[in-house]
């Protein structure tokens, strides 16, 4: 049995794949310091993963993927994990990352004199990415701009020298995971090159897509983890995809959606005022949810009220709307937010058993037993 976690960090993201064989993939960090505070809906992430951690007797992750730089996915990350590039971050009881995952973007972002003096935590972990890179161990970068080349030559190096550390969009699977070994494999779909080259945006554009096939006694689970895409770029996903023939890439029993339910990430120009109407392909996406799927918002409570129609900033009630209607056309199960879980007031993390029954979403009862809801049954590998 493999495990999804979702943390209620309010708008923001952090999740946990947990591997039958014990491997544990961290996906972002926002550590909310409000949530130390006992009445306080948002969880104290850095005491919760303190805990897991030492009851599985470890003191690192396999994998820290950082989708992209902005603070709702890496806030007060720095104080938590042990950075190698500076003897500052090291020790005192810091977790160790023993593989770093990262779009290209976090290694190329420029920092301003003011940001890098106050050391800016996105300027940190660009440097320790780039320490990784340079060094030749411990990281996979996520595309292969032309900008990443540049700054490989700039240091002495080639990107042949480095390809065994670079994962390209629409590559089989991401090195050092596999179906046979691990029960796991990763399908990059995003970054592309032209996010990055041609691109104004070097984070939501830019940010790390990934589709994660599970496998268990033969049978297969799709698991999509978005980071905060655009529809646009979206739509890039499924064009391209399908254009290359791998359209099971886009198969999905759980999708953890962009950008706490913004409209955003199904139509930039219209969010609608009942319910948004996402573009063509990314309708396309949605519909290839499988029966028994389950969508996650990581954001906010999402209450459908006459205020939240008006609502300005994310999670949209509009979105929840549009997402709900595909979900309920592919026989979907249920759309969960972070935050609500089991109740607005003191919400838990999400956890997903993937076994070769399908996903299962496990909630606790005042009586404290697992009460586990199956989906049907995936089709086999």
């Known amino acids: 049995m493999h495990k ?3 943390y209620p960090v309010q708008n923001g993201d952090t999740s946990q ?17 409000r949530g130390e505070k006992e009445d306080d809906p948002a969880i104290d992430l850095k005491s919760q993963l303190n805990s897991e951690l030492a009851k599985a007797k470890r003191d690192y992750f396999d994998v820290l993927a950082l989708t992209h730089a902005d603070l709702d996915h890496i806030l007060h990350s720095t104080e938590f994990f042990e950075l190698q590039h500076n003897p500052a971050y090291q020790g005192n009881g810091r977790i160790k990352v023993n593989e770093l995952w990262v779009p290209a973007a976090m290694v190329l972002e420029t920092a301003t004199t003011e940001q890098w003096k106050t050391k800016t935590e996105f300027v940190l972990w660009r440097q320790e990415a780039r320490h990784r890179l340079l060094r030749g161990e411990g990281i996979k970068v996520f595309s292969k701009p032309k900008k990443l080349k540049s700054f490989l030559e700039e240091n002495g190096l080639t990107v042949e020298s480095r390809r065994g550390l670079i994962v390209d969009a629409g590559k089989p699977a991401v090195p050092g995971f596999s179906l046979e070994k691990d029960g796991v494999e990763f399908f990059c779909h995003s970054p592309f090159v032209k996010h990055v080259d041609e691109g104004d945006d070097l984070r939501n554009d830019a940010s790390l897509i990934l589709q994660v096939r599970f496998e268990v006694a033969g049978i297969q689970t799709n698991y999509l983890a978005v980071g905060d895409s655009t529809c646009g770029v979206l739509e890039d996903i499924v064009h391209t995809t399908k254009e290359h023939e791998n359209e099971d890439r886009l198969e999905w029993h759980l999708f953890n959606i962009p950008h706490h339910c913004s409209h955003h990430a199904l139509n930039s120009d219209d969010k609608g005022d009942k319910e948004t109407v996402p573009l063509p392909l990314v309708k396309e996406l949605l519909m290839y949810g499988q029966s028994g ?9 999402i209450p459908d009220t006459k205020g939240a129609y008006q609502q300005e900033l994310p999670p949209h009630i509009q979105a929840r709307k549009c997402y709900e209607r595909y979900l309920r056309q592919i026989g979907g199960r249920r759309f969960v937010v972070t935050m609500e ?3 607005e007031r003191k919400p838990q993390p999400l956890e997903f058993d993937i076994t070769s029954a399908g996903v299962s979403l496990n909630t606790t009862g ?5 009460i586990i809801v199956s989906s049907p049954t995936p089709r086999a590998g």
């Open 4 to 6: 999804v976690i979702f």
């Open 17 to 33: 794949i947990i591997l039958s064989n014990g491997k544990r993939l961290l996906f972002d960090f926002r550590h909310l310091n």
């Open 293 to 301: 799927a389950y969508i996650v918002s990581s954001s906010k409570p």
């Open 341 to 343: 879980e089991p109740n």
């Open 366 to 370: 005042n009586s404290g037993v697992n």
